[in-house]
């Protein structure tokens, strides 16, 4: 199957960019390695744009499609689903062409699609252990699913925890995925945060504010910094078991 998929110039040097990240511009891998010398924002992007170019190089995705990530936390599915997190990891394309036998999602706002995703990846975590369940996909190879980091698991009865994503990711591979998520209400521009990027944006945002106020921030003013709403964030800290007070004075979370 063919799918038609986005590519974006580097605003710096006209390449093709790999690795969509949102520092202020859209810049290419090496052009924003390059500007991270000189600028501690972008250093914290490095390490996510290493992942995602290892992850595209270990998929088999096309190197120059514009990818697309997200993630939701699963307790509101019910209280068994306390800790978890979907994450979801894909090539960005214009139409889902039919039939649809591809784990796939679909980003609508008030009917129109926002963003079109082939999952290449699917990912169930559970709050802060190393340990993951994942689908991985691929046009010509198919479908592997299975628990990675089990070697990393140290107490009884954490690896149980960890292959109850199984459930997940056996339900929710396309369209299913709209009722799970897609039909919350969801506005535009809600940022979603996987547990790493909000350990590694938290600190910057709290940075952020406080050189801004000259005080510790405020829980509604990080939020804000990190576009997301108040409840949201709580909800975060709350799902990742993030020390709140240790982070808005600096200290790590
Ligand atoms: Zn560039």
Redesign the pocket.
Known sequence: MNFEYFTDA?V????PVTIAVDYPRL??G??LLLAAEHDPAAAAQRARVEEQLRLVAELGMPPDGRTGRAAWPLRDLGREWDGYVFELFGLQVASLPTPRDYPHFRLTFEGVAEMQLVLYLRRVRYRDLPAVVEARWHPARGETVLTRGVERLRRKGDLALVERGYEMLQVHRGDRFRQLFDERGRKRGTANYTQEELRERLPLACATVARRTGRAPTQSEVAAELGVSTPTLKKYLADYRVDWHAVKQGRRA
């Not at 710096?12 to 390449?15: D, R, S």
């Open positions: 580097c710096a040097c006209g390449q810049l290419c090496r052009c």
